[in-house]
């Protein structure tokens, strides 16, 4: 049958809507709850909506009963500090799963390579149903950053990175393209990362904000780009030899018993 996916994110995987005018808005994403959710990078996480409405952020499909990424409870506490927040995820009017600010200390572009990983978040999703892909709202002006997307992690051919600006708003189908965030900078970066179903709904909002499939990257040095190549590669041999250790060691172990 085939999930329900949106025919803007079918060529590239991800979209770019029109920029939000974050200006405008107190800067809520300071007053609400964070916990140290561990993700890829330096991370901590403030949910507006979780599994059953409390501030944790697991996967739906580590509770119980198990479930997909949708139907996410929002969390009073959080969202009455944060309205203009909660109406901007909801305002698509698509079911939401997860909804939180992730809070990312600065991350070269190197580590950034490293973080490059893909989302389960589809995990359990009926066939026939809606895809789910994540929106994300940029919060901080992070005018040096930007968001890399890559069809293959260890393959930099046809890289995109997109621009971080306060108000940059992008839909990604974070289970099929590689992604995570290089973050030049001093301060921490704040950015709204909401699941969304596809459907109808999500269309019509990518149309009301003009989505686009192609943006040009944003520019960096040669040697900037190469220096990071090497050192997800340094990172990645790095872990690779620890997990081999690891995994002689517990031969060595059942051996021994
Ligand atoms: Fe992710």
């Keep these: ?7 803007a994110l079918e060529e590239t995987g991800y979209v770019v809507l029109d920029r ?3 200006e405008l808005d107190p800067k809520e994403w300071l007053d609400i709850e964070y916990n140290d959710w561990k993700s890829s990078g330096d991370t901590r996480f403030a949910p507006l909506a979780s599994a059953f409405g409390d501030i944790e952020c697991n996967g ?18 959080q969202t009455e500090k944060a309205p203009n927040l909660t109406r901007r995820a909801q305002e698509p009017g698509a079911n939401v799963g997860r909804c939180r600010v992730i809070e990312l200390q600065p991350t070269p572009y190197g580590e950034c390579l490293y973080n490059l990983h893909q989302d389960d978040n589809n995990r359990l999703n009926p066939d026939g149903t809606g895809w789910v892909v994540r929106g994300f ?10 968001f890399v997307l890559r069809e293959n992690r260890t393959d ?10 306060a108000g940059a708003q992008l839909i990604i189908d974070t289970q099929r393209l590689w992604h995570a965030a290089t ?5 921490p970066r704040y950015c709204l990362i909401t699941s969304w179903t596809s459907g109808p709904e999500l269309d ?12 040009d990257s944003v520019e960096v040095a040669q040697d900037v780009l190469d220096a990071g190549y090497a ?7 790095a872990r690779a030899a620890y997990y081999a250790a690891k995994g002689q060691a517990e031969v060595r172990a059942m051996s021994e018993a």
């Design 20 to 22: 939000y005018n974050q």
């Design 231 to 237: 050192e997800q590669a340094r990172k990645d041999a």
């Design 183 to 187: 973050h030049n900078g001093t301060d």
């Design 60 to 77: 739906f499909w580590n509770h119980k009963p198990p479930r997909t990424d949708k139907d996410g409870v929002w969390i009073e506490s």
């Design 1 to 7: 049958m085939g999930y329900i996916k949106s025919a």
């Design 204 to 215: 019509a909002y990518i149309e009301k904000y003009h989505g686009v499939n192609h943006v």
């Design 137 to 146: 709202f940029n919060l901080t002006d992070d005018t040096e950053s930007y």
């Design 156 to 165: 930099p051919q046809g890289e995109t990175r997109i621009a971080l600006p």
